[in-house]
């Protein structure tokens, strides 16, 4: 690990003043940031560490509906929290899905929503990587890529973003707060991340020295509560990166669709809204076959970024079964295995 | 440069002097500190070995700059006994041969007293090996290791059951 200097700021303003330098990175709880500094793929002069700063982990109940949720609340103190899981449960399964309990326990919501690509010729330094090196290329292409992307990519970069909290979010319209050097402003989560386009290496909207303060879910959100789940394919069990995952929520009135609120994760360098499969489910029944004519439509603009093609009707069959269960009704508990699409089946033989 | 913290570790309180702000907290706990339980399996957050408890919640220690947990309370496993009385969960441990080779054990002894503090997976072996998901074993001991944690999650039920009752 390269040598940083060490900053620890009293305020927000302070923090944004001795991040805007170059070279500087904010820490917060550090599961993404240490791994990739241990690898020296982040290498940052200066290390500003916004985890003494006050006021940012509370939950916060807004006067007009909406949810505020500090940027340095824990994922694990997000997903346990029982009104947030009942209010938003497609978002608290997403969390509970991703990661470890001890990783959750220290992932911030701020440091989630800005984890970098899990792509692992972006985490090998020997390897080609536009986004880690701008102009030097990618070995993705022409690399094991069967996890890369199918939405999005550009010749330049194939990567996927790995966040699970940011699939049901974006689907849910979730607003982030930032403070940078001229004050305060919102951005639509949908907006926050960048494709890759010839600027891979450019991943986000953050200007030097933004610090996320929160994010915010809207007063609408919480209208889908009895129809929200989120899903996710991954190569075992538990603790595993998406190869492909879907949110799903509805609002379903008289056995009839009134909105569709549908996103995917492990497609694309961001969580990606699928507006127009929505709009396909507006008024519609909630049947098998509008779910599938939906699924088409959010993957009709795919196409594989090597040996990939696989993704895309596994993403439109994750889709299909999202919304078939989204469309059941949230279940009263969070599952014991969170976003898994396989039957729980208990016993030590399961083990063996 | 030095960089003085402060830590409450296995409940004393340790002064220390960082002479470099990269140490993480499993470097600082076994190779200034001499606690040598903490494992060092990947250093990378995948393994869970290095697991103990910060401010009461489980964490990858390897993952934890020492420098930004100034002022935390650390447990490891060199503090879960009482003298020559295990804790119940090292008890239950032994009683089902949650271990083999005992390399992760200490990570998941760890996890385990976090898992319970949690609360979230009671009786459910599902949610039990759900929960315990971030502690790998090479030996594969993990069917004693779900059982360990669940007799202890049992015992304390019954426990909390007669205090109630």
Redesign the interface.
């Known amino acids: 690990m390269k040598t940083f200097d060490y900053v620890r700021p009293a305020t927000v303003s302070d923090a944004v003043a001795a991040a805007a330098q170059p070279g500087a990175a904010y820490l917060a709880g550090g599961t993404n940031l240490l791994d990739l500094m241990k690898g020296g793929i982040a290498r940052p002069d200066r290390l500003v560490d916004v985890t003494h700063l006050t006021g940012l982990d509370r939950i916060e109940h807004l006067a007009d509906g909406a949810l505020r949720i500090g940027a340095l609340v824990r994922n694990a103190d997000l997903a346990h929290d029982a009104n947030f899981a009942k209010s938003y449960p497609a978002v608290a399964e997403a969390l509970l899905s991703g990661a470890s309990a001890q990783l959750r326990n220290a992932a911030t919501v701020g440091g989630n929503l800005l984890q970098r690509t899990r792509c692992s010729y972006f985490y090998d330094a020997a390897s080609a990587c536009n986004r880690r090196a701008p102009g030097t290329g990618c070995d993705a292409r022409g690399g094991e890529n069967r996890l890369h992307a199918v939405l999005g990519w550009s010749e330049a970069c194939i990567a996927t973003h790995a966040s699970d909290f940011c699939v049901p979010l974006v689907a849910l319209d979730a607003v982030v707060e930032i403070e940078g050097k001229a004050g305060r402003r919102d951005i639509a989560l949908e907006a926050l991340h960048r494709l890759p386009g010839d600027a891979p290496h450019r991943e986000s909207e953050l200007e030097p020295g933004d610090l996320i303060v929160a994010l915010r879910l809207p007063p609408e959100a919480r209208a889908f509560a009895a129809h929200a789940r989120y899903l996710k394919i991954r190569e075992r069990t538990s603790y595993a990166f998406a190869i492909v995952s879907a949110a799903a929520a509805l609002r379903i009135e008289h056995g009839t669709i009134q909105e569709a609120r549908l996103a995917l994760g492990g497609v694309a360098a961001k969580p990606w809204r699928a507006r127009s499969a929505e709009a396909t489910l507006a008024g519609a029944s909630p049947t098998p076959a509008a779910f599938r004519r939906a699924a088409e439509v959010a993957l009709a603009d795919a196409k594989p970024s090597g040996d990939n093609r696989f993704k895309i009707e596994l993403a439109q069959r994750i889709l299909v079964r999202t919304l078939m269960l989204a469309a059941a009704g949230t279940p009263a508990r969070i599952p014991a295995l969170p976003a898994s699409p396989f039957a729980s089946v208990s016993g030590a033989l399961q083990n063996v | 440069m030095s960089?003085p913290i402060s830590l409450t570790i296995n409940g004393v309180r340790r002064d220390v002097e960082l002479d470099?702000?990269?140490v993480?907290l499993l470097d600082l706990l076994r190779e200034r500190l001499h606690l040598t339980g903490a494992k060092k399996g990947c250093?990378?957050?995948q393994c869970?070995a290095c697991?103990v408890l910060v401010d009461g919640?489980?964490?990858?220690s390897c993952?934890?700059?020492a420098?930004?947990h100034d002022g935390a309370d650390v447990l490891t496993i060199e503090g879960v006994a009482r003298g020559d009385v295990l804790h119940p969960v090292q008890a239950a441990f032994i009683a089902h041969d949650g271990l083999q080779c005992g390399f992760c054990t200490p990570g998941q002894i760890m996890?385990a007293i976090?898992?319970i503090e949690?609360g979230?997976a009671g009786s459910?072996?599902?949610?039990v090996?759900?929960?315990?998901?971030?502690?790998l074993c090479r030996c594969g001991a993990?069917?004693g290791i779900?059982e360990a944690v669940l007799e202890v999650q049992q015992t304390l039920a019954a426990a909390n059951q007669r205090r109630s009752a």
């Open positions: 960089f470099d702000p990269r993480t250093d990378r957050g869970g697991t919640r489980r964490i990858n993952l934890a700059l420098i930004s996890s976090g898992l949690e979230q459910d072996p599902e949610r090996r759900e929960c315990m998901s971030g502690n993990y069917v779900t």
